[in-house]
Protein backbone atom coordinates (compact mmCIF):
# COMPACT_ATOMS: atom_id res chain seq x y z
CA UNK A 1 0.00 0.00 0.00
CA UNK A 2 1.43 3.36 -1.25
CA UNK A 3 0.09 5.23 1.42
CA UNK A 4 2.03 4.02 3.92
CA UNK A 5 4.22 6.64 6.18
CA UNK A 6 6.30 5.63 8.59
CA UNK A 7 7.75 7.70 11.73
CA UNK A 8 10.17 5.62 13.23
CA UNK A 9 12.08 6.63 16.68
CA UNK A 10 15.78 5.32 17.91
CA UNK A 11 15.21 6.16 21.28
CA UNK A 12 18.22 6.69 23.97
CA UNK A 13 18.52 9.17 27.03
CA UNK A 14 19.87 12.06 25.67
CA UNK A 15 19.22 11.71 22.32
CA UNK A 16 16.97 9.81 19.69
CA UNK A 17 17.22 9.26 16.05
CA UNK A 18 13.97 10.08 14.23
CA UNK A 19 13.06 9.00 10.38
CA UNK A 20 10.34 9.13 8.33
CA UNK A 21 9.99 7.00 5.44
CA UNK A 22 7.37 6.01 2.52
CA UNK A 23 8.06 3.22 0.44
CA UNK A 24 11.50 3.28 -1.50
CA UNK A 25 11.89 7.23 -0.05
CA UNK A 26 13.27 8.37 3.18
CA UNK A 27 11.59 11.61 3.72
CA UNK A 28 13.15 12.93 6.62
CA UNK A 29 15.66 11.84 9.18
CA UNK A 30 17.75 13.47 11.84
CA UNK A 31 18.76 13.21 15.68
CA UNK A 32 16.91 15.41 18.10
CA UNK A 33 17.12 16.20 21.85
CA UNK A 34 15.65 13.60 23.96
CA UNK A 35 13.94 16.77 25.19
CA UNK A 36 12.92 17.97 22.15
CA UNK A 37 10.97 14.69 20.57
CA UNK A 38 7.53 15.09 21.53
CA UNK A 39 7.62 18.71 19.27
CA UNK A 40 9.45 17.12 16.17
CA UNK A 41 7.03 14.06 16.26
CA UNK A 42 3.87 16.51 16.36
CA UNK A 43 5.29 18.46 13.35
CA UNK A 44 6.42 15.65 11.09
CA UNK A 45 3.29 13.71 11.46
CA UNK A 46 1.14 16.39 10.55
CA UNK A 47 3.67 17.36 7.66
CA UNK A 48 4.41 14.08 6.38
CA UNK A 49 0.76 12.11 7.01
CA UNK A 50 2.34 9.61 9.33
CA UNK A 51 0.16 6.45 9.52
CA UNK A 52 1.69 4.44 11.61
CA UNK A 53 5.36 4.92 14.08
CA UNK A 54 8.07 2.35 14.95
CA UNK A 55 10.21 2.64 17.99
CA UNK A 56 13.22 0.39 18.78
CA UNK A 57 13.09 -1.52 22.00
CA UNK A 58 16.13 -0.37 23.39
CA UNK A 59 17.36 2.25 26.10
CA UNK A 60 14.42 4.62 26.20
CA UNK A 61 11.34 2.81 24.63
CA UNK A 62 9.20 2.81 27.01
CA UNK A 63 9.49 6.38 27.72
CA UNK A 64 8.97 7.46 24.17
CA UNK A 65 6.60 4.96 23.35
CA UNK A 66 4.23 6.60 26.62
CA UNK A 67 4.90 10.19 24.90
CA UNK A 68 3.90 9.18 20.83
CA UNK A 69 0.84 7.33 22.29
CA UNK A 70 0.07 11.18 24.25
CA UNK A 71 0.35 12.77 21.18
CA UNK A 72 -0.68 10.74 17.64
CA UNK A 73 -3.22 7.86 17.39
CA UNK A 74 -2.15 6.06 14.53
CA UNK A 75 -0.76 2.42 15.43
CA UNK A 76 2.67 2.00 16.60
CA UNK A 77 4.70 -0.79 17.85
CA UNK A 78 8.42 -1.62 19.91
CA UNK A 79 10.61 -3.27 17.20
CA UNK A 80 13.66 -5.47 17.43
CA UNK A 81 16.57 -3.35 17.00
CA UNK A 82 18.90 -5.85 17.23
CA UNK A 83 21.98 -5.26 15.04
CA UNK A 84 20.55 -2.08 13.42
CA UNK A 85 23.94 0.42 15.17
CA UNK A 86 26.52 -1.56 13.02
CA UNK A 87 24.39 -1.53 9.98
CA UNK A 88 23.63 2.10 10.33
CA UNK A 89 27.17 2.77 10.41
CA UNK A 90 27.87 1.19 7.47
CA UNK A 91 24.91 2.88 5.75
CA UNK A 92 26.10 6.30 6.54
CA UNK A 93 29.94 5.17 5.08
CA UNK A 94 28.05 3.91 2.15
CA UNK A 95 26.23 7.39 1.83
CA UNK A 96 29.50 9.39 2.85
CA UNK A 97 32.24 7.88 1.89
CA UNK A 98 35.20 8.53 3.79
CA UNK A 99 37.76 10.68 2.11
CA UNK A 100 41.62 10.79 1.79
CA UNK A 101 43.56 8.77 3.71
CA UNK A 102 40.52 7.54 5.90
CA UNK A 103 39.46 5.68 2.46
CA UNK A 104 42.25 3.41 3.48
CA UNK A 105 41.05 2.00 7.09
CA UNK A 106 38.23 -0.26 6.38
CA UNK A 107 34.75 0.70 7.22
CA UNK A 108 33.94 -1.52 9.91
CA UNK A 109 36.81 0.08 12.15
CA UNK A 110 35.76 3.61 11.85
CA UNK A 111 32.87 5.55 13.49
CA UNK A 112 30.82 8.35 12.00
CA UNK A 113 32.14 11.69 12.41
CA UNK A 114 28.67 12.12 13.58
CA UNK A 115 25.71 10.95 15.08
CA UNK A 116 24.15 8.38 13.12
CA UNK A 117 20.86 7.20 15.10
CA UNK A 118 18.71 8.73 12.65
CA UNK A 119 20.40 6.07 10.08
CA UNK A 120 19.35 3.68 12.34
CA UNK A 121 15.41 4.81 12.72
CA UNK A 122 15.70 4.69 8.30
CA UNK A 123 16.48 1.00 8.92
CA UNK A 124 13.78 0.32 11.62
CA UNK A 125 10.75 2.63 9.08
CA UNK A 126 12.38 0.30 6.06
CA UNK A 127 12.02 -2.93 7.69
CA UNK A 128 8.39 -2.08 8.88
CA UNK A 129 7.57 -1.09 5.76
CA UNK A 130 8.80 -4.42 4.05
CA UNK A 131 5.87 -5.98 5.81
CA UNK A 132 3.14 -6.34 4.15
CA UNK A 133 0.66 -4.68 6.37
CA UNK A 134 0.71 -1.76 9.13
CA UNK A 135 0.45 -3.24 12.88
CA UNK A 136 -2.73 -3.99 13.85
CA UNK A 137 -3.98 -5.10 10.15
CA UNK A 138 -3.46 -8.73 11.17
CA UNK A 139 -4.76 -8.39 14.60
CA UNK A 140 -0.98 -9.18 15.97
CA UNK A 141 0.37 -5.08 15.91
Not at 93 to 98: I, K, M, S, V, Y
Request: hydrophobic share 45%.
Amino acid sequence: MSSRVVLAIDPGRQKCGVAVCAPGRVLARTVVATEHLADLVREWSGRFGVTEVVIGDRTGAAVVARMVAGILTVPQRLVDEAGTTLRARFRYFAEHPPRGWRRLIPRGLQIPPRAYDDYVAVLLAEAALAQDAPPGAHGNG
